[in-house]
């Protein structure tokens, strides 16, 4: 003879569970022990969510991250030894007493970009 737990293991396993079911289920063993089962399986289910869907995505963004900072940081370096050479070159002309300002805005006009959306040039349109 089976028991009235054993009963309801197998229609749950047969997939033959409905309300009256979980009903008799609830006031068997009380709606406490309903509830903790039931929020141990959505536990359950978020951990393996997780861990099979959203860690892999987090691991991948973080590898993204990292070069991106890389990157960055590569970047930083440049702007710092461009700034470096700009501020030598600076004050060379100080030193010097070389007015080069005629030179600049010859090079800016001939390599000016054409596009409509960048003006480089330091007469600014608006």
Sequence with gaps: MLTDLQLMKVKMMQGKTDVMDI???VSDFGFPIVAAVGMGYFIYYIWIWTTKEVKP???SASK???KLVDRIRMLDNDMIRLNTKL???????KKSG?????DIEKFLA???SKSEEFNQSSNREK
Excluded: C
């Excluded at 501020?87 to 002309?93: G, H, I, K, S, T």
């Excluded at 070389?98 to 005629?102: A, G, L, Q, R, V």
């Design 23 to 25: 009903g008799q289920i």
């Design 57 to 59: 995505v987090i691991g």
């Design 64 to 66: 993204t991250l990292i």
């Design 87 to 93: 501020q030598m070159v600076l004050e060379y002309q």
């Design 98 to 102: 070389i007015n080069h300002d005629s």
């Design 110 to 112: 001939e390599n000016a």
